[in-house]
């Protein structure tokens, strides 16, 4: 299970910071990631990283440079500090749990969905 939280309404500029719980199983082997959705839109890719081994993250080109995805082994939580947010960040930000990088930015395989939190940025 996947408990994403840390959304709010946040000023252009500022920042925010979303965490998400995983328990009820193991996901040490699995890449943990970040997703959103805006209003009409698709859902997109945000970021990712792989719980052990690989300290390697990954994010969209939009987001690079201005969001960190990060994790804290011993508290099963993975986060996304978003800084110099922009209105067009916001969305529903939902986090993710896939057996791969690939696969958690492109489907397929055992994956594990958080319900989305809400991040609103006003301009």
């Known amino acids: 299970q996947l408990q994403a939280s840390g959304g709010g309404l946040v000023q252009a500029g500022g920042s925010l910071n979303l965490s998400c719980l995983a328990s009820g199983r193991t996901f040490e082997t699995f890449a943990m990631g970040w997703f959103r959705q805006a209003p009409g839109k698709e859902r997109e890719f945000v970021a990712a990283l792989y719980w052990s081994g690989s300290n390697t993250t990954y994010y969209r080109h939009s987001v690079k440079g201005r969001f960190t995805v990060s994790r804290d082994n011993a508290k099963s939580t993975v986060y996304l500090r978003m800084n110099s947010v922009k209105p067009e960040d916001t969305a529903v930000y939902y986090c993710?749990?896939?057996?791969?990088?690939?696969?958690?930015?492109?489907?397929?395989?055992?994956?594990?969905w958080g319900q989305g939190t809400q991040v609103t940025v006003s301009s």
């Open positions: 993710k749990a896939a057996e791969s990088v690939v696969q958690l930015q492109l489907g397929g395989g055992v994956a594990y």
